[in-house]
């Protein structure tokens, strides 16, 4: 028992949502623009335009995952991202990190603080607006974040440490989209 309620308390995930409030309250001014900043920074390189050109396996689970991403942000957006099937960088243009960079700063303090949480956690911040904007559902958006982990996992198995991490960003992840429904829910 002791252990758990150790656990319990020092991870934020398993806390109640006044944790995500509290945090979204501190952020203003120079947080705020840091954690927007770090949304944007990621939609620079972002996961679902990198796309392995073998094997053929992954390279269909990513597309059948990754392109409604893409489609989204042509569509709700309004800007076209780039792909690539290699691990070289592909440059974004500077017109659709604009568009990434207006779409944050119209979140309040909490969307964003959700928003930063969960592109952290999902490694995308398309995907991330995207669950913000409710246009895609909590189990696509963490498939779409763990295409390939999870091939990965089919692969080669997985080990303890692995899963309990996996389980911990799980926790943090449904925690992040749970404040998200007592916003809107609220509004």
């Known amino acids: 028992g002791e252990c758990k309620s150790q656990e319990g308390a020092s991870n934020p995930a398993v806390g109640p949502p006044t944790y995500r409030a ?34 053929q396996t992954l390279m269909s689970l990513q597309a059948e995952s ?31 990190l604009a568009v990434i960079e207006s779409r944050v700063a119209a979140l309040d303090s909490f969307e964003l603080t959700v928003a930063h949480n969960l592109t952290t956690l999902t490694g ?15 189990e696509d958006g963490w498939k779409a974040a763990h295409v390939d982990e999870d ?8 080990d303890f440490e692995a899963v309990r ?16 429904k007592l916003l809107r829910r609220d509004s």
Do not use: C
């Open 151 to 158: 091939f990965q996992i089919s692969q080669w198995g997985e």
């Open 22 to 55: 509290t945090t979204a309250l501190g952020r203003s001014g120079r947080e705020r623009s840091y954690g927007a900043g770090q949304v944007v920074e990621f939609s620079r390189s972002y996961l679902v335009g990198y796309r392995a050109d073998a094997p």
């Open 66 to 96: 990754w392109d409604k991403v893409v489609a989204w942000a042509k569509t709700a957006l309004g800007t076209e991202f780039k792909t690539a099937s290699s691990i070289l960088h592909v440059q974004q243009d500077t017109s659709a």
């Open 124 to 138: 995308s911040a398309l995907l991330a607006l995207m669950l913000v904007d409710g246009a895609i559902s909590a």
């Open 165 to 180: 991490r996996r389980q911990n960003r799980r926790a943090d992840y449904d925690a992040s989209l749970q404040f998200l």
